[in-house]
């Protein structure tokens, strides 16, 4: 049986986790479930799923289920957390956390040795490099779960040279309007997604396509292939999920609909494929469309590709700049334009590039943009 620990269990992903753990309980142990301070849904969750332990990062949540009988033993605050992956049996760990909280656990994890099924793309942009030399230290392996990079990762299974990598995008719900036309765009319009259901973060990620930019760095760090060699088409249907050109021209893609638990379960069972009620394609209605991102509308894309090519430290500016201007924008300090104004002139302020090496040195690039970014919000808006 798989032992399985879950970091940000009651997110979007997390409950598509915790369908496919309900699904197949015979391949699974849960040793440990994860959040920030959901309390009743991680205990709820614990309980169902039998888990060993649930943990929750915000230790003034824990106390309503501290203490409670016939469920999981409940794990406050971080530090503790990380003692517990540490402690339990080689694992695959889930990293499902919403954003740069999530580097320290799945860090940790791979130190341990611990699989992980990354879906946490934030940890991959600020620290990919550190994520990959601490994995190849343990021989931990990571597998892809964001949908796109778990296409690839599919067409990938020949384990040949490859052409070009092409992320598939849906365009977001803001897709062919013009910058004029986003200008007083609600937090509400922003969040509805055309195909899939996700957290905010991620939901206003995608309506100013800073998740296809996060994507692509994330594509770079996971496969190893140049920028050069990976492409972004729009495909609003968002039922091809990414494409592997290979070198004689051969281009294999993954197709389904959109459905979280498909990755997930891919990512658990790979290089088999288990069962999975799951509506199917109805060939005979498809209609796919393909079309160029409109990269003067959406900057960021261009952003993220400049940031990659410069690596160091600035995909972590990058990434703790979007998190701040995303937190503003729902908080109403700042319109949707201002969210990629900000990422931008928070970049723009950086003097002295350096490789990453060390978590220290993430830890202190994430820290350094994070307050840029709040100086620039507060400076601008
Ligand atoms: N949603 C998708 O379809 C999708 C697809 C591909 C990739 N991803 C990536 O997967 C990650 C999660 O996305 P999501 O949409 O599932 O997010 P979400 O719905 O907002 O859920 C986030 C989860 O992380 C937990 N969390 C947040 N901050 C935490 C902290 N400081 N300490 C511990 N736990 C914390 C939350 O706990 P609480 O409930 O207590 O707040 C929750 O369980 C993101 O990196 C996203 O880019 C998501």
Same mark, same amino acid.
């Given at each position: 049986m798989t032992h399985v620990i879950v970091l940000g269990a009651t997110g979007s992903v997390g409950k598509a986790v915790a369908e496919i753990l309900a699904i197949h309980?015979?391949?699974?142990?849960?040793e440990g479930l994860v959040a920030n301070k959901s309390n009743q849904a991680l205990w709820e969750l614990g309980q169902r799923l039998g888990a060993r332990w649930i943990g929750l990062?915000?230790?003034?949540?824990c106390d309503p289920i501290t =203490? &409670?009988?016939?469920g999981p033993e409940v794990v406050r605050g971080m530090p503790e957390i990380l003692d517990h992956i540490t402690d339990s049996p080689h694992s695959k760990v889930?990293?499902?956390?919403?954003?740069?909280?999530?580097l320290v656990p799945t860090l940790v994890a791979i130190e341990k040795g611990h699989d992980i099924l990354l879906a946490n793309k934030e940890t991959m942009v600020a620290a990919g490099d550190l994520v990959r030399s601490y994995a190849a230290a343990s021989g931990s392996q990571i597998i892809p779960v964001d949908s796109e990079h778990s296409a690839i990762f599919q067409c990938l299974a020949q384990d040949q040279p490859v052409r070009r990598l092409i992320l598939t995008c849906?365009?977001?719900?803001?897709? =062919? &309007?013009t910058q004029t036309e986003l200008k007083s765009v609600s937090i509400a319009e922003a969040l509805n997604h055309p195909k899939w259901s996700m957290g905010k973060k991620i939901s206003i990620d995608s309506a100013t396509l800073m998740n296809k930019g996060l994507e692509l760095i994330e594509a770079h760090q996971l496969f190893g292939v140049s920028y050069e060699q990976i492409d972004v088409v729009i495909h609003?249907?968002?039922?091809?999920h990414s494409m592997v050109e290979y070198m004689d021209g051969a281009t294999l893609a993954q197709l389904g609909q959109p459905d979280m638990r498909v990755p997930v379960q891919v990512a658990f069972s790979w290089p088999q494929r288990w069962p999975l009620p799951t509506l199917p394609l109805d060939w005979s209605s498809l209609n796919l469309t393909f079309e160029k991102p409109d990269e003067k509308t959406f900057p960021a894309l261009a952003l993220a590709r400049d940031v990659g090519r410069l690596g160091g430290m600035m995909p972590a500016i990058f990434n703790a700049a979007n998190e701040v201007a995303v937190q503003a924008f729902l908080q109403q300090r700042?319109?949707?334009?201002g969210i990629v104004q900000t990422v931008e002139a928070t970049l723009e302020k950086m003097q002295h590039n350096e490789p990453i090496t060390t978590l220290d040195t993430v830890l202190h690039a994430d820290r350094w943009g994070r307050e840029m970014a709040n100086l620039v919000i507060t400076q601008r808006f």
């Open positions: 309980p015979e391949e699974f142990v849960v990062t915000d230790e003034n949540a =203490g &409670r009988l016939n889930v990293g499902a956390m919403s954003g740069f909280s999530g849906s365009g977001g719900p803001f897709r =062919g &309007r609003p249907q968002s039922i091809v700042i319109p949707y334009l």
